[in-house]
Protein backbone atom coordinates (compact mmCIF):
# COMPACT_ATOMS: atom_id res chain seq x y z
CA UNK A 1 0.00 0.00 0.00
CA UNK A 2 1.07 3.62 -0.89
CA UNK A 3 1.33 5.78 2.67
CA UNK A 4 0.10 8.61 2.58
CA UNK A 5 1.83 11.52 4.75
CA UNK A 6 2.68 15.36 4.12
CA UNK A 7 4.73 14.13 1.36
CA UNK A 8 2.80 11.97 -0.70
CA UNK A 9 1.84 14.18 -3.59
CA UNK A 10 5.43 15.69 -3.85
CA UNK A 11 6.46 12.05 -3.96
CA UNK A 12 4.30 10.99 -6.66
CA UNK A 13 5.93 14.00 -9.28
CA UNK A 14 9.16 12.34 -8.20
CA UNK A 15 8.29 9.01 -9.85
CA UNK A 16 6.83 10.77 -12.87
CA UNK A 17 9.03 13.36 -13.73
CA UNK A 18 12.14 12.34 -12.67
CA UNK A 19 11.74 8.59 -12.95
CA UNK A 20 9.29 7.13 -15.35
CA UNK A 21 9.70 9.94 -18.13
CA UNK A 22 13.71 9.37 -17.63
CA UNK A 23 12.47 5.58 -18.87
CA UNK A 24 12.41 3.39 -15.84
CA UNK A 25 9.55 0.90 -16.53
CA UNK A 26 9.80 -1.68 -14.07
CA UNK A 27 6.58 -1.67 -12.04
CA UNK A 28 7.84 -3.23 -9.21
CA UNK A 29 10.77 -0.27 -8.69
CA UNK A 30 8.51 2.25 -9.59
CA UNK A 31 5.84 0.99 -6.54
CA UNK A 32 8.88 0.95 -4.19
CA UNK A 33 10.05 4.54 -5.22
CA UNK A 34 6.22 5.58 -4.43
CA UNK A 35 6.18 3.69 -1.32
CA UNK A 36 9.58 4.49 0.54
CA UNK A 37 9.17 7.84 2.68
CA UNK A 38 12.42 9.39 1.43
CA UNK A 39 11.70 12.74 3.88
CA UNK A 40 12.51 10.04 6.44
CA UNK A 41 16.15 9.12 5.70
CA UNK A 42 17.37 13.03 5.38
CA UNK A 43 18.51 15.58 8.22
CA UNK A 44 15.12 17.12 9.59
CA UNK A 45 16.21 20.58 8.10
CA UNK A 46 16.25 18.89 4.79
CA UNK A 47 13.53 17.24 4.50
CA UNK A 48 11.40 19.88 2.17
CA UNK A 49 14.33 18.76 -0.33
CA UNK A 50 13.93 15.43 -0.11
CA UNK A 51 12.18 14.78 -3.65
CA UNK A 52 14.39 16.86 -5.11
CA UNK A 53 15.93 16.00 -8.26
CA UNK A 54 19.78 15.71 -6.55
CA UNK A 55 21.90 14.29 -3.44
CA UNK A 56 21.67 15.49 -0.47
CA UNK A 57 24.03 15.32 2.00
CA UNK A 58 23.32 13.51 5.65
CA UNK A 59 26.66 14.17 7.63
CA UNK A 60 30.15 12.48 7.83
CA UNK A 61 30.41 14.43 4.63
CA UNK A 62 28.37 11.49 2.81
CA UNK A 63 25.19 11.76 0.70
CA UNK A 64 21.29 10.24 -0.01
CA UNK A 65 21.63 9.53 -3.59
CA UNK A 66 19.40 11.34 -6.13
CA UNK A 67 16.17 9.69 -6.78
CA UNK A 68 16.86 8.53 -10.37
CA UNK A 69 20.36 6.85 -10.02
CA UNK A 70 18.54 4.92 -7.22
CA UNK A 71 15.81 3.46 -9.46
CA UNK A 72 18.55 2.83 -12.04
CA UNK A 73 20.33 0.88 -10.04
CA UNK A 74 17.81 -1.04 -8.81
CA UNK A 75 16.29 -1.73 -11.99
CA UNK A 76 19.58 -2.89 -13.36
CA UNK A 77 19.49 -5.44 -10.90
CA UNK A 78 16.61 -7.17 -12.14
CA UNK A 79 15.34 -8.38 -8.17
CA UNK A 80 12.73 -11.35 -7.25
CA UNK A 81 10.92 -11.32 -4.29
CA UNK A 82 13.48 -14.21 -2.98
CA UNK A 83 16.23 -12.39 -3.73
CA UNK A 84 18.86 -11.91 -0.85
CA UNK A 85 21.32 -8.59 -1.51
CA UNK A 86 23.94 -7.04 -0.71
CA UNK A 87 24.14 -3.36 -0.32
CA UNK A 88 27.29 -1.49 0.25
CA UNK A 89 27.62 2.20 1.24
CA UNK A 90 24.35 2.03 3.69
CA UNK A 91 24.69 6.04 4.18
CA UNK A 92 21.13 7.03 4.93
CA UNK A 93 19.54 3.63 4.62
CA UNK A 94 17.19 4.83 1.89
CA UNK A 95 18.59 2.46 -0.83
CA UNK A 96 18.07 -0.41 1.73
CA UNK A 97 14.58 0.48 1.67
CA UNK A 98 14.00 0.33 -1.76
CA UNK A 99 16.06 -2.60 -1.68
CA UNK A 100 13.81 -4.25 1.23
CA UNK A 101 10.26 -3.86 -0.70
CA UNK A 102 11.91 -6.03 -3.76
CA UNK A 103 13.74 -8.34 -2.36
CA UNK A 104 13.47 -10.96 1.00
CA UNK A 105 17.08 -10.19 2.99
CA UNK A 106 18.98 -6.98 2.75
CA UNK A 107 22.77 -6.88 3.85
CA UNK A 108 23.53 -3.30 4.07
CA UNK A 109 27.39 -2.42 4.97
CA UNK A 110 28.58 1.09 5.71
CA UNK A 111 31.94 2.29 6.92
CA UNK A 112 30.98 4.77 9.34
CA UNK A 113 29.50 3.83 12.69
CA UNK A 114 27.51 6.73 13.45
CA UNK A 115 25.43 6.55 9.94
CA UNK A 116 24.99 2.83 10.70
CA UNK A 117 23.62 3.12 13.64
CA UNK A 118 21.03 6.54 12.52
CA UNK A 119 20.20 4.00 9.06
CA UNK A 120 19.23 0.97 11.40
CA UNK A 121 17.05 2.89 13.61
CA UNK A 122 15.49 4.42 10.81
CA UNK A 123 14.53 1.05 9.22
CA UNK A 124 13.47 -0.25 12.43
CA UNK A 125 11.22 1.99 12.79
CA UNK A 126 10.27 1.88 9.30
CA UNK A 127 9.23 -1.53 9.92
CA UNK A 128 11.96 -2.73 7.96
CA UNK A 129 12.68 -6.04 9.54
CA UNK A 130 14.53 -7.73 6.08
CA UNK A 131 17.25 -5.31 6.72
CA UNK A 132 20.66 -5.70 8.40
CA UNK A 133 22.78 -2.93 9.03
CA UNK A 134 26.75 -4.22 9.42
CA UNK A 135 30.45 -1.70 9.72
CA UNK A 136 32.67 -2.31 8.23
CA UNK A 137 34.58 -2.13 4.57
CA UNK A 138 32.14 -3.43 2.63
CA UNK A 139 34.93 -3.81 -0.55
CA UNK A 140 35.29 -7.16 1.35
CA UNK A 141 31.57 -8.10 0.87
CA UNK A 142 29.74 -9.71 4.00
CA UNK A 143 31.28 -13.60 3.40
CA UNK A 144 29.33 -14.90 6.27
CA UNK A 145 25.88 -14.31 4.79
CA UNK A 146 27.47 -14.67 1.21
CA UNK A 147 25.95 -15.77 -2.22
CA UNK A 148 23.71 -12.75 -2.94
CA UNK A 149 21.62 -12.83 -5.95
CA UNK A 150 21.99 -9.07 -5.81
CA UNK A 151 24.81 -6.67 -5.14
CA UNK A 152 25.16 -3.04 -5.36
CA UNK A 153 27.68 -0.99 -4.84
CA UNK A 154 26.45 3.05 -4.04
CA UNK A 155 29.48 4.38 -4.10
CA UNK A 156 32.45 5.16 -6.77
CA UNK A 157 35.27 2.60 -7.26
CA UNK A 158 38.27 2.40 -8.65
CA UNK A 159 38.08 -0.98 -10.18
CA UNK A 160 35.48 -4.04 -9.49
CA UNK A 161 36.38 -5.21 -5.81
CA UNK A 162 36.97 -8.85 -6.54
CA UNK A 163 35.82 -9.81 -3.18
CA UNK A 164 32.51 -8.63 -4.60
CA UNK A 165 32.26 -10.63 -7.49
CA UNK A 166 33.39 -13.10 -5.73
CA UNK A 167 29.91 -13.55 -3.59
CA UNK A 168 27.88 -13.72 -6.11
CA UNK A 169 25.39 -16.61 -6.76
CA UNK A 170 25.34 -18.19 -9.79
CA UNK A 171 22.90 -16.12 -12.09
CA UNK A 172 23.25 -13.24 -9.62
CA UNK A 173 23.76 -9.23 -10.82
CA UNK A 174 25.85 -6.99 -9.57
CA UNK A 175 25.95 -3.25 -9.94
CA UNK A 176 28.81 -1.14 -9.07
CA UNK A 177 29.85 2.79 -10.22
CA UNK A 178 33.49 2.48 -11.45
CA UNK A 179 35.82 5.19 -12.80
CA UNK A 180 37.68 8.21 -11.35
CA UNK A 181 36.72 9.86 -7.85
CA UNK A 182 35.16 12.53 -10.76
CA UNK A 183 33.01 10.38 -12.66
CA UNK A 184 32.25 7.05 -13.59
CA UNK A 185 29.76 4.75 -15.36
CA UNK A 186 28.26 2.06 -14.18
CA UNK A 187 29.17 -1.23 -14.64
CA UNK A 188 27.05 -4.42 -14.57
CA UNK A 189 28.56 -8.01 -13.80
CA UNK A 190 26.04 -11.00 -14.13
CA UNK A 191 27.43 -14.61 -12.91
CA UNK A 192 26.74 -17.10 -15.65
CA UNK A 193 29.04 -19.90 -14.02
CA UNK A 194 31.67 -20.78 -11.24
CA UNK A 195 34.05 -18.71 -13.22
CA UNK A 196 32.21 -17.10 -16.07
CA UNK A 197 30.77 -13.18 -16.01
CA UNK A 198 29.50 -11.01 -18.01
CA UNK A 199 29.85 -7.33 -18.16
CA UNK A 200 27.94 -4.40 -19.95
CA UNK A 201 28.54 -1.00 -18.98
CA UNK A 202 24.70 1.61 -18.61
CA UNK A 203 25.00 5.19 -17.72
CA UNK A 204 27.44 7.54 -16.17
CA UNK A 205 26.92 8.82 -12.67
CA UNK A 206 29.08 10.73 -9.95
CA UNK A 207 29.17 9.05 -6.75
CA UNK A 208 31.30 9.85 -3.73
CA UNK A 209 34.23 7.35 -2.80
CA UNK A 210 34.22 3.94 -2.30
CA UNK A 211 37.15 3.76 0.31
CA UNK A 212 38.92 0.51 1.73
CA UNK A 213 40.83 -2.00 1.08
CA UNK A 214 39.61 -2.65 -2.68
CA UNK A 215 38.43 0.70 -3.14
CA UNK A 216 40.62 4.47 -2.53
CA UNK A 217 42.85 4.82 0.16
CA UNK A 218 42.79 7.91 0.91
N1 LIG B 1 22.95 4.19 -0.35
C1 LIG B 1 23.00 5.41 0.43
C2 LIG B 1 21.65 5.96 0.73
O1 LIG B 1 20.64 5.41 0.30
O2 LIG B 1 21.61 6.96 1.47
C3 LIG B 1 23.89 6.47 -0.19
C4 LIG B 1 25.30 6.07 -0.18
S1 LIG B 1 26.49 7.38 -0.17
C5 LIG B 1 26.39 7.97 -1.79
C6 LIG B 1 27.94 6.34 -0.13
C7 LIG B 1 28.14 5.63 1.19
O3 LIG B 1 29.18 4.66 1.02
C8 LIG B 1 28.59 6.55 2.31
O4 LIG B 1 27.73 6.43 3.40
C9 LIG B 1 30.00 6.06 2.63
O5 LIG B 1 30.35 6.21 3.99
C10 LIG B 1 29.89 4.60 2.23
N2 LIG B 1 31.17 3.92 1.97
C11 LIG B 1 32.25 4.35 1.30
N3 LIG B 1 33.20 3.39 1.28
C12 LIG B 1 32.69 2.33 1.97
C13 LIG B 1 33.17 1.03 2.30
N4 LIG B 1 34.39 0.59 1.94
N5 LIG B 1 32.38 0.21 3.02
C14 LIG B 1 31.15 0.61 3.41
N6 LIG B 1 30.63 1.82 3.13
C15 LIG B 1 31.39 2.67 2.42
Given at each position: MIPTDGYSEVRETMVRHQIESRGIQDQRVLAAMRKVPRHEFV???????????????????????????????????????????????????????????????????????????????????????????????????????APYDGILVTAAAPQLPEALRSQLAIGGRLVCPVGSRDLQQLKIVVRKGEAEFDEHESIRCMFVPLMGREGWSG
Open positions: PVSKQREAYEDRPLEIGSGQTISQPYIVAKMTELLALTPDSRVLEVGTGSGYQAAVLAELASEVVSVERFEELAGVAQARLEALEYGNVTVVVGDGTLGCRER
